[in-house]
């Protein structure tokens, strides 16, 4: 598509629910990327994933959360048994290389509360 | 500890005037320093890179300067607009030999006032 895609734009949950988030990325981008973004808080890495390569999960912050990406191309992120900490800005991006040099592409983002 | 710092949360300007936008980072090598524009409920939307052995970029009415001595880059934009209103970010990526990943500051929030 034209651009990264995230569904759904927001998501209220209740705490202990699982919810699974969605990112379809720019067409032919090997790269791909989740970030977290919190109120006042620079955006938190979470996964990145490029090609057939095993994902770099380095920033996941505890096993609820995990994600995967099909075919190279549409990812999932699932959070499990979800906490109130978890409530934030959920962000996809893209990009044609690792390393980001021609910049990312971000979506829109997916709102997560968990009350 | 790794920290990204951007010089204020927020900076009013005046329209026509140049807004200059500061980031500062320690214990991170960085190969390309990239800047980012972030308006309310919408992703970031990517401006500029530079690369480590570049002192200053420019596009349009945007200039990037970055200086790995004192581990800062500034963010110039000249002529400024009300519609330039937004968050900028700067992101670092460590080239190939680091993480896979952009490390992100927090931001400063422009406001440019008619």
């Known amino acids: 598509g034209a651009g990264v895609s995230q569904s759904p734009s927001n998501k209220v949950t209740e705490k202990g629910k699982d919810v699974e988030l969605r990112c379809d990325p720019i067409?032919?981008?090997?790269?791909l990327y989740w970030y977290r973004q919190s109120l006042g808080q620079g955006l938190e890495f979470l996964i990145y994933f490029q090609g057939n390569s095993a994902p770099d999960k380095s920033g996941l912050p505890s096993d609820r959360f995990s994600a995967e990406r099909t075919g190279g191309s549409v990812s999932t992120l699932t959070i499990q048994r979800t906490q109130q900490e978890d409530s934030a800005v959920y962000l996809c991006a893209s990009s044609r290389e690792v390393q980001g040099v021609y910049g990312y592409t971000f979506g829109s983002g997916t709102r997560l509360t968990v009350v | 500890s790794q920290k990204i710092e951007q010089n204020s949360e927020a900076l009013n300007i005046q329209e026509g005037k140049t807004a200059t936008l500061t980031c500062n980072y320690t214990?991170?090598?960085?190969?390309?320093l990239q800047w980012y524009r972030q308006d309310p409920g919408r992703g970031p939307v990517f401006l500029l890179l530079?690369?480590?052995?570049?002192k200053e970029k420019r596009k349009e009415r945007l200039k990037v300067t970055f200086d790995t001595t004192l581990k800062q880059s500034l963010f110039h934009i000249t002529a400024s607009q009300p519609a330039d209103s937004a968050t900028y970010l700067c992101a670092l990526d460590q080239g190939p030999a680091g993480a896979n990943n952009l490390f992100f500051g927090t931001g400063t929030r422009l406001t440019v006032i008619p």
């Open positions: 214990n991170y090598s960085p190969a390309y």
């Open positions: 067409s032919g981008h090997t790269a």
């Open positions: 530079i690369r480590e052995n570049e």
